[in-house]
């Protein structure tokens, strides 16, 4: 919940939209809106869904979890969640799903993309790629071995030091390698030492930053 308060916040502000507008575009009262930023109420999940449709966001998935919370009177819930023996109260966690795209076709949507939900909220167009190959698998320290999940944000600037979706000048096929900086010069380093690092100069596209990394069994 605090998640999306946080995120609607955000683009409230970004879009100069009051909560009496936002109200009045959902079909509720400001006070209804208030409650809900105040997390003093929680709104039924198709309205949470509503509320970042009509400021522009993608919709969210939500998973029903269970936390431990205190069984007070003064913390009120549109769907009427009832409090167990313990003192639980269901609360919602909140995903966004983003295609698992192939290397060769990175900007081609293919209809039939598999999707992989995460609680990051990208800044731009984002998607997973399955790591390949034994470049970014170090002895030690950061690793990120094939077999591997990564969640890339277009949205993001590549900075030195991040691990980044690059492609170069020689090949069509995108590489995941970290970005350095040494002497004013950029360079796309792989983790793994024996392979060789390489300059990143103007004509080096930079496709999108690398956030997140998961393995699955």
Known sequence: MDKWIALVR????????????????????????G????NERRPKLETMNQILVVLGLPPMEFA???ELAESSGSYGDDQNSATDA??????HNLYFRYPVTRWESLGVEDPEARFEATDYYAQGSAFWLEVQGDAMTAPVGLSVPAGMLILVDAGLS????KLVIARLPTSATPVFRQ??????????????PTYPKVVCDDACEMIGVVVQATMKF
Not at 15 to 32: F, P, S
Not at 35 to 38: G, Q, S
């Open 10 to 33: 955000a683009r409230m502000c970004e879009l100069k939209i009051t909560q009496e507008k936002l109200g009045e575009r959902i079909g509720v009262t400001q006070g209804a809106v």
């Open 35 to 38: 409650h809900w930023l105040r």
């Open 64 to 66: 029903l979890v269970t």
């Open 86 to 91: 313990e003192g639980r109260i269901p609360q």
């Open 158 to 161: 590549a900075l030195p030091g």
């Open 179 to 192: 970005l350095i900086e040494e002497g004013g010069q950029r360079y796309l380093r792989p983790l793994n």
